[in-house]
């Protein structure tokens, strides 16, 4: 991968000209990166393949595993992927007890302020670890910033808030004997500097409120995502409020923490602010996202739709039905894209489709912009009609399903602008298997063909039960199959690739002599035989053939004209002296 310093950041455009003679003027910055990622002389090559049954979180080249099926061992792993395909300790962590779940972060702007001078900037591992207890360390070091006790309550999730700057860790529905409603708690931490901001709860007498608990139903779960309360009810509501505003209330009315006890005084929630929104939502399934705001929530098992946030109508071509009519909702279903919420992706088993929101006569109608794989002609593909040798009509009692062969799973790297698609399907010669077909790579915005790579590697898993990611993180890809416990891992790293002719071409090129080929190329072309069966092609042989001698001639008679002038040119000086020192 190759980097460009901000110094010449506004001349991309003349380097890119001089070094690869590629005239873009007009290119921008995110163009030239992509055109040197996916360009002709760079292609993925693959590293590494290995089987584990702990492995926790890859970034990048860096692999965290967890030793958990050796007896008396408690520790952790970084291992890093070198470009020989092996694996090298960083360091090991002794943390106890077994990480529950990880989230890793990195915050390079120097506006924050930093807890630890020159070490804060760094990739972070955040592990939130059985017993209630929260670590936090550099995931290239290992070096320990933080290992919290959360009190005796159990916690589940964690999630971190890049915009307010926060992390919240969700305890799951709990129940005191004094008490006869349930309720959830929830951890709140600051991340720059990093310090313990409140401890509250979130109860069902409160949530919703009076006047609304008749009408949604009382209090099922509970989450907090992006600044926003997520309230669940019984009768399939979900509703929205303000989580900063309430943040902001507990900490102005929290008593100070005694950070030698490790104490931390909880809140409770006494009353519900204002109601933003409500919707009625299947399996608790929405999204929020688009501008002007839309939603997508699931009407039912089969049936997804798309909508107006402000006025609550339904979008042309809003509402997606599943075409198989299966009772399930996965593995189907819709998404905001990352780049672009204004754009919506439907994810399949056997296709891909990228939903555009567009504006048409004043109202906004979703269209479809990109499809994958493409569509084929019903002539190609046909409908399963055939006819017998006496011309009779047969149709076929069963229709199969290609989706149930077959599996697709996608990534979108922002930065690159990229869409990945991995391609797989059910192995027919191995029962239990899947095989990893290839990478597809695409402009997630132009939807212009990039790359593809075939990757014709065997896992183990049955395709209905095998759960496949592909991640891209600078010039390192990582694909993860995951079966139970057990996670196959493939990388690929970006090089650069050279061929033998550019190689002979760039050593010519090196000692400061332009030299032509053609003899060479000559000398080295094979002749094949010309048949009668060929169709005029030997006639078009004959010509080129004729063509490229002439050109030869041609060729020839330039450089004896050259000759000739070379030794007119030549002073008569210099001839008298070539003519004394002559001896026949």
């Known amino acids: 991968m190759r980097y460009f310093p901000k110094k010449r950041r506004s001349s991309l455009s003349e380097l890119m000209l001089r070094e690869y003679g590629v005239p873009c003027p007009a290119w921008t910055s995110m163009q030239v990166f992509r055109y040197l990622a996916f360009g002709p002389r760079r292609k993925w090559v693959k590293i590494f393949q290995t089987r584990q049954n702990s492995l926790l979180e890859l970034s990048g080249d860096l692999l965290w595993l967890t030793i958990a099926d050796r007896p008396n061992v408690s520790h952790n792993v970084m291992k890093r992927i070198l470009g020989t395909g092996q694996l090298m300790t960083l360091y090991t962590s002794s943390l106890f007890p077994r990480l529950k779940e990880t989230e890793i ?9 930093s807890s630890i001078a020159q070490e804060e900037y760094q990739p972070v591992l955040i592990g939130l670890r059985k017993g209630s207890v929260l670590t936090r360390h550099n995931l290239d070091t290992g070096r320990v910033y933080d290992m919290v006790n959360l009190g005796p309550s159990p916690t589940n999730t964690l999630a971190i808030n890049y915009v307010a700057d926060v992390l919240v860790i969700k305890s799951p529905r709990l129940f005191l004997a004094s008490q006869s409603e349930h309720f959830f708690r929830f951890h709140v931490f600051q991340l720059h500097p990093f310090k313990h901001l409140v401890t509250f709860d979130i109860e069902s ?3 919703p409120s009076k006047e609304h608990r008749q ?3 009382k209090l099922r779960n509970a989450e907090i995502h992006d600044g926003l309360l997520l309230v669940m009810t019984e009768k399939n509501f979900n509703l929205i409020y303000d989580a900063e505003k309430i943040i902001q209330d507990c900490v102005a009315t929290q008593r100070e923490v005694n950070k030698v006890l490790e104490v931390r005084p909880v809140s409770k929630v006494s009353q519900a602010p204002r109601l933003l929104f409500s919707t009625y939502a299947h399996l608790d399934i929405l999204g929020l996202g688009g501008c002007p705001w839309t939603y997508i929530r699931a009407l039912s098992d089969s049936v997804v739709e798309v909508r107006d946030m402000g006025s609550g109508e339904l979008l042309g071509n809003g509402r997606v039905t599943w075409s198989d009519g299966g009772d399930q909702i996965a593995p189907d279903f819709l998404m905001f894209h990352p780049d672009d919420s204004s754009r919506v992706i439907h994810v399949r088993t056997q296709e891909i489709r990228i939903l555009g929101i567009h504006l048409r006569n004043g109202n906004r ?15 190609e593909r046909g409908d399963g009609t055939r006819y017998s ?7 076929p009692k069963f229709k199969l399903d290609d989706s149930l062969n077959r599996a697709l799973s996608f990534n979108v790297e922002t930065d690159m602008r990229v869409l990945v698609i991995l391609e797989a399907r059910r192995d027919g010669d191995k029962f239990n298997s899947t095989m990893l077909e290839k990478l597809v790579f695409y402009d997630s915005f132009s939807y212009e063909l990039l790359h593809q790579m075939d990757i014709n590697v065997l896992v183990e898993g ?24 057990q996670h196959t891992v493939l990388s690929f790293r970006l090089k650069e690739y050279f061929s033998k002719d550019e190689d002979n071409e760039e050593n010519v090129e090196g000692k400061g002599v332009l030299k032509k080929n053609s003899n060479h ?25 004729g063509q490229t001698k002439r050109k030869q001639r041609i060729r020839s008679g330039n450089n004896r004209m050259r000759s000739k002038r070379r030794s007119l040119r030549k002073s008569p000086l210099s001839e008298s002296e070539d003519s004394s020192d002559w001896t026949p």
């Open 105 to 113: 972060y990195e915050i390079p702007d120097p506006v924050y302020r």
């Open 205 to 207: 007498g409160v949530f």
């Open 215 to 217: 009408e949604f139903g």
């Open 365 to 379: 109608v979703l269209e479809e912009e990109f499809i994958y794989p493409e569509k084929r002609k019903s002539s």
């Open 389 to 395: 040798r006496s011309g009779r009509l047969t149709k």
């Open 462 to 485: 049955d395709i209905e039960t095998n759960r496949l990611s592909v991640s891209i993180d600078r010039d390192v890809l990582n694909i993860v199959s995951h079966k139970g416990s």
């Open 521 to 545: 190329n000559f000398k080295t072309r094979k002749t094949l035989p010309v048949s009668d069966s060929d169709d005029g092609r030997g006639e078009r042989r004959t010509i080129q053939r």
